[in-house]
């Protein structure tokens, strides 16, 4: 399977549609994926809006679980992979990113700073 570096600049806003879960390898076990480091992988629905109103949602997986990752928090996808796969009559792209981070709030450390001024 080749791997294929998606351009995240390209993509517009990204934002977490659903939080950050384990990834089940097995549904009959319930067993957990694991890379091949032992660290559990996690998939987050990722809403990614481009121009005007279409929005799409991705699964990215990703090793570890992204901290500060919630539904609707503002999210940077660094190393962020597309993979075409098919299996029998079903086929699709699979996404794998290096790190989901949460976007700081705009504004929040000038909050800060005015908050220090205006009390001093």
């Not at 517009?12 to 879960?21: D, H, N, W």
């Not at 549904?27 to 998939?43: L, S």
């Not at 597309?82 to 990113?97: C, L, N, P, Q």
Request: hydrophobic fraction near 40%.
């Amino acid at each position: 399977m080749q791997s294929i570096p998606v351009d995240t600049s390209r993509l517009g806003v990204l934002r977490c549609a659903v939080g950050p879960e384990a990834k089940v390898s097995n549904f009959e076990t319930k067993e957990v994926k694991k890379d091949r480091d032992g660290n559990t992988i996690y998939t987050v629905g990722v809403m990614v809006r481009q121009e005007g109103r279409r929005v799409s949602v991705i699964e990215i997986s990703v090793t570890g679980e992204p901290k500060g990752v919630t539904e609707g928090t503002e999210v940077r996808v660094t190393g962020l992979e597309a993979f075409a796969w098919a299996m029998g009559d079903r086929h699709g792209i699979s996404f794998r990113a290096a790190a989901i981070t949460p976007v700081p709030a705009a504004g929040g450390s000038a909050t800060a700073a005015a908050s220090k001024v205006g009390g001093a």
